[in-house]
């Protein structure tokens, strides 16, 4: 091709570009994951009402903080936390130079693969589990174990790597509320540690906008480097109340959306609801039990220790309106894997 | 003038503009305030060394991570800390609330302003000053109380607002990296409430950017509203170790870049200069008792309490290949309030 030509060429796409690009926009949709619905038109309007310079409710983009519950509202919770199941396997590959948790409780439950004796694990139980298996080493050292487990471990029902187990409609919420100014945080009850081992690659959030539960760390030299180790002591339960309090520790601003999906999100809701201005509450049903699972409010499942999201907090949810996500009716594909799906019915 | 002629005199102003940026970018100088030595040029190197994409030693954006302490490090800390003097000043202020305070040290001291009694407060003391000043209100509430006090006090010698009392060189520093991609942190022994009550007016930090020592805060309902109550309990102290504990906490990656200039700063110092690749270190000395103060190796003041920079501190700078700033050789202007300064001499 000759130089002019190669301009002419270049010309005739710049001239295309702007017809193609509104074409494209007018094609998109950002939620395309969703039905329509109330849940979906609620995050329209928000967004619509946060951006729009022209109206009242328009928010500068500095202040565009929206913050997500991760367990149970961004990937799957069932049957056990990822992180628990983390803990469980960690007790197994750790066992051969702990003789002593043979005759141990908890550890023994978790070595004889008890699992009526772990799902009635108590919450002292689960913190001797974190000490034995989160602790007693440096946060370096941890993130590589957790990227290590997370490259292997599979989901008991998926059959999947838990990573793949983001819900889809979630990351498009994420990915339009980035694209419209918002700076998003995930504000987890589970390990801020662990969370940040993929929270980058998996939802494109780096260290500094994941926000967690912690254990204390010391500052300590190790032959003649300095290291952050870990020790067997909480620091920080970012949960219920705990959840305002990380995001004021965190980010200093009160949030303008925020998800959740039990109990443990509750305060986080309240807390966005009580400023002023337009601001999103929603909370995950689930309600599912063909496509994830069904619990809750929408009880399927007996109730364990994870995904408590009891009538009451429907009740409460519908009186402070609060918006409910149906998993079952809002969301047209749950995971990726599945590939985008034309259908508004669960499989059967 | 006609649409014509406006036309016209934009089309000249449009086709003059490179030129004229071109010119000014040839003659800014980004660290104007500083004289030309061995502590502009380490800046200037290593500013380089990071954004040459052509480099070995090129950092991506996303990892460029810069830590300021702040008292004595941007702004002055002598004859005390502001917060120190805010919380004397609010002593007074809220005495007559409390008439018990006459008879009860450490506050029958500040009432009576017996400063020689207030300069040898123990720890316990200022825990006490702090409990009684720092907590028992919202953390908005809190915010509020500070601005107001920044609004009024000014330092003993400089009769000037404290923000005002910003080193221009380290405002220069800062902009400088933010200008080179760097994402800027301030990284204090101070309250973390305190300092971004004014960060984002005066260094341009968003509250997100601040990491400081912190009081307990616990998420009540007040009135019907929910309220972040501050508790007279300390929750993290940002200084020394907690330095990198509180970096990896709140940023979750390690410092390319991070200056101090006391001995709160030594573990930050260190574990940013043991991460990998290209690092800077810097520690600003206090050794201009005419332009501000002299203290630690350039002792010209009894050692208080604050300001620790002891003679071994500078031994170990110069062993561990850290940069010293020399307030009086290296800053050819303190504050911005006086002005550009074609002269490296302090003034008599």
């Known amino acids: 091709m000759t130089r002019m030509g190669r301009a002419g060429h270049l010309t005739v796409m710049l001239l295309a570009l702007p017809l193609a690009c509104a074409g494209a926009r007018a094609q998109s949709d950002p939620l395309a994951a969703w039905n329509d619905g109330p849940a979906k038109q609620s995050i329209l309007a928000f967004v619509k009402s946060v951006t729009d310079k022209t109206a009242a409710t328009y928010v500068a983009p500095e202040g565009r903080i929206a ?6 509202t961004l990937w799957v919770e069932h049957p056990a936390y990822a992180q628990a199941m983390f803990g469980l396997d960690r007790v197994h590959a750790l066992a051969s130079a702990h003789p002593e948790w043979k005759q141990e409780a908890p550890f023994n439950a978790i070595i004889e693969d008890n699992r009526e ?73 589970g390990g801020q540690e662990f969370v940040r081992a993929y929270a980058e690659r998996v939802y494109g ?27 067997p002591n909480i620091f920080f339960i970012d949960d219920q109340g705990g959840k305002p309090v990380g995001i004021n520790l ?11 999906n039990s109990t443990g999100d509750r305060e986080m809701l309240e807390w966005t609801q009580a400023g002023a201005g ?66 508004s019915q669960p499989k059967p």
Do not use: C
């Not at 599912?288 to 069904?294: K, L, N, Q």
């Open 278 to 343: 337009p601001r999103l509450e929603m909370l995950v049903l689930h309600d599912d039990p063909s496509r994830e699972y069904a619990y809750g409010p929408a009880r399927a499942l007996p109730d364990t220790r994870v995904g408590t999201f009891p009538a009451a907090l429907d009740d409460e949810a519908k009186h402070k309106g609060w918006t409910v996500i149906s998993m079952k009716n809002d969301w047209k594909q749950i995971f990726a894997f599945e590939g985008p799906s034309g259908s």
């Open 67 to 72: 913050t997500f519950d991760q367990d149970g």
């Open 117 to 189: 004796a772990i799902t009635k694990f108590s919450e002292a139980d689960w913190e001797k589990v974190v000490a034995a298996t989160h602790a007693g080493m440096s946060t370096d050292a941890f993130r590589e174990i957790v990227r290590q487990w997370l490259a292997t471990a599979t989901h008991p029902r998926f059959h999947r790597p838990y990573t793949e187990l983001v819900y889809e409609p979630m990351r498009e919420v994420m990915d339009f509320l980035r694209a419209s100014g918002f700076k998003v945080y995930i504000v987890t009850g």
């Open 205 to 231: 959030l780096p260290p500094e906008q994941v926000i967690g539960s912690s254990i204390l760390t010391k500052y300590q030299q190790q032959d003649g480097k300095p290291v952050l180790m870990r020790e």
């Open 250 to 260: 965190f980010i200093g601003k009160r949030p303008y959306a925020a998800f959740g």
